[in-house]
């Protein structure tokens, strides 16, 4: 079964500094990877995909991540951060073989002034 | 130009209520999905719809129903509100087949049981 996991309820940055947002999945066939941001009483926002090609994939909002096989990560990152980055940010997968997209349980983003 | 809509965006009922919660994409995918997300904001899927056909029903209490009437939209029926059903409710939609692409998401309907 497909799984996705975000070890960190929430991630402190202070603008300017870089951000990091860990996720791990777990899937049977090749994954499919997906980050989606969710501000406050709004719906999902996708930010960026990694479905084959460069393990570096560039995203909406000067966001990026990193496709790790061998870790079975796809951490989020962002050279610098801006307090309006403040958000909900969820990763999630889908399996090759499936339609089902699986969420992680999401890591609140704190960027301070 | 919206590209997925659910209306109502709240909802306050009493319990024992029936309620639905309607979506519509304009996007030309063939796949709709409802999405539950909790008051811990965990998000997990409930169904699946392709070309009006279910593909997903996740273990949730037959006190919901979907229904496709066609491929553009996809509502939820729910039966005999309880508490519990209280949550934000998320319409989602992709192309068919096409695992490598983003579902895009509605803005979501925030149900409230009293």
């Known amino acids: 079964a497909q799984s996705v996991a975000q070890p960190e309820d929430q991630v402190n940055v202070a603008e300017g500094n870089p951000l990091t947002v860990k996720c791990t999945y777990s899937v049977s066939g090749n994954p499919y990877l997906f980050w989606y941001v969710q501000y406050p009483n709004r719906g999902l926002q996708f930010l960026l995909k990694?479905?084959?090609?460069?393990?570096l994939v560039k995203g909406s909002y000067g966001f990026e991540a990193e496709f790790n096989k061998s870790q079975t990560s796809f951490h989020l990152k962002k050279p610098s951060a801006l307090v309006s980055d403040s958000a909900l940010y969820f990763c999630?997968?889908?399996?090759?073989?499936?339609?089902?997209?699986?969420f992680g349980t999401g890591t609140r983003l704190l960027v301070s002034p | 130009d919206t590209a997925v809509s659910q209306t109502p965006k709240y909802l306050v009922t009493q319990m024992g209520n029936d309620k639905s919660i309607k979506c519509e994409q304009n996007l030309g995918h063939d796949t709709m999905y409802w999405y539950k997300q909790d008051s811990k904001k965990f998000l997990k899927i409930m169904f699946s719809?392709?070309?009006?056909?279910?593909?997903i029903n996740e273990t949730v209490p037959n006190r919901f129903s979907p229904k496709s009437p066609d491929k553009a939209h996809l509502n939820l029926h729910i039966n005999s509100l309880e508490l519990g059903d209280s949550a934000v409710y998320f319409c989602a939609s992709s192309p068919r087949g096409l695992g490598g692409t983003e579902a895009f998401f509605g803005q979501g309907t925030r149900l409230t049981v009293v």
């Open positions: 719809y392709n070309n009006k056909e279910l593909i």
């Open positions: 999630a997968v889908r399996d090759e073989g499936f339609q089902k997209l699986v």
């Open positions: 990694y479905i084959t090609g460069d393990n």
